[in-house]
């Protein structure tokens, strides 16, 4: 599909045989190649850029190993530097109080319901918690009827007001129900729309503001490529979320906008979701997306 960015600087240093060291010149050529990988890898232009720039100071004056190529170390360099940026260890959900609230923000269609369910399931099976599903969205009433199906086919309750219009209040009762029958995490999936709106953010930062959710996790869709910088900020803006999920990573896109969101946020990726499924909920793992990303 692409041709990696190993093979892409392999070429790139084939014409700079018997350098010793990576030099101001050898750097330049094959920067703008690693620009290019990037940015057919999804990665918005600008950060392509910003990160192009720290790479190559941080590989001017390297030794070229013996036993290397400068092509490699340089593969080397870059994937380093995006695992260290991306976050060099999993992240864990913070737990702790009971009941834990987890607000789920982010466009429709990105895959937040899909994810709550998810979410649930995981904490239900692998952490031995007893979830609770709120379906917060006003306007779609198909969204709860969703969400219900999602919790039957996982066993795990759902939390609705078909005739509120009032999604603050939802919330507040879904937290009041959950503390009365022993639900130890409440998982708040809120409505969203196709583009950032201010209606729609006034409403879930005071969804926020009412139930002080310990995580606010912010979804977004890893197909939808470069406009992802603008979402993520909307979103940072108004909710100063907690993590990011990325979702539809079973497609056959590159992931650069996992570079681009946790760059232009300074956040977490604290969960990737990679089909329908319910079962197949993954933590973020900073390594494979590099290498996912470098092709
Ligand atoms: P919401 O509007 O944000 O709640 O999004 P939904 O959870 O309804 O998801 C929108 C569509 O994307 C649905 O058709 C989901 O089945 C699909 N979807 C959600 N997550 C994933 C995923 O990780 N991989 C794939 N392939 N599809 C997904």
Do not use: C, H, W
Not at 85 to 114: C, F, H, R, Y
Not at 272 to 285: I, Q
Request: hydrophobic share 40%; no cysteine; charged share 25%.
């Amino acid at each position: 599909m692409f041709e990696s960015l190993s093979e892409r600087l392999e070429s790139a240093f084939k014409q700079l045989k018997g350098e010793g060291r990576i030099s101001e010149i050898n750097v330049a050529t094959t920067v703008k190649e690693i620009r290019r990988a990037l940015v057919d890898a999804d990665v918005n232009y600008r950060i392509a850029k910003e990160f192009t720039d720290r790479v190559k100071d941080k590989a001017m004056g390297e030794k070229v190993l013996t036993a290397i190529s400068p092509g490699q170390l340089m593969v080397k360099i870059v994937k380093d530097e995006l695992v260290e940026l991306m976050g060099t260890t999993e992240e864990e959900l913070d737990l702790k109080a009971n009941p834990t609230v987890i607000l789920i923000a982010g466009l429709q269609g990105s895959g937040k319901t899909t994810f709550s369910g998810k979410l649930a399931n995981f904490l239900k099976t692998k952490k031995n918690k007893k979830p609770l599903l709120v379906a917060a969205d006003i306007y779609r009433p198909a969204a709860i009827d969703q969400l219900k199906v999602l919790g039957g086919q996982i066993g795990v309750e759902v939390y609705s007001e078909p005739e509120n219009k009032n999604a603050v209040q939802i919330a507040e009762n879904a937290v009041k129900e959950a503390k009365a029958n022993g639900y130890n995490v409440v998982i708040v999936d809120t409505a969203g729309r196709l583009a950032v709106d201010e209606a729609m953010m006034t409403e879930v930062s005071n969804v926020r503001n009412a139930v002080k959710p310990q995580e606010v996790l912010f979804v977004v869709d890893s197909m939808t490529g470069q406009d992802a910088v603008n979402t993520a900020k909307a979103f940072n803006e108004r909710l100063d979320f907690s993590g990011i999920v990325l979702t539809k990573l079973d497609g056959d896109t590159r992931g650069g906008a996992a570079l681009t969101i946790t760059y232009t946020v300074q956040k977490p990726i604290k969960f990737v979701s990679m089909g329908e499924k319910l079962d197949t909920l993954d933590v973020f793992y900073p390594e494979r997306m590099a290498q996912r990303i470098l092709g």
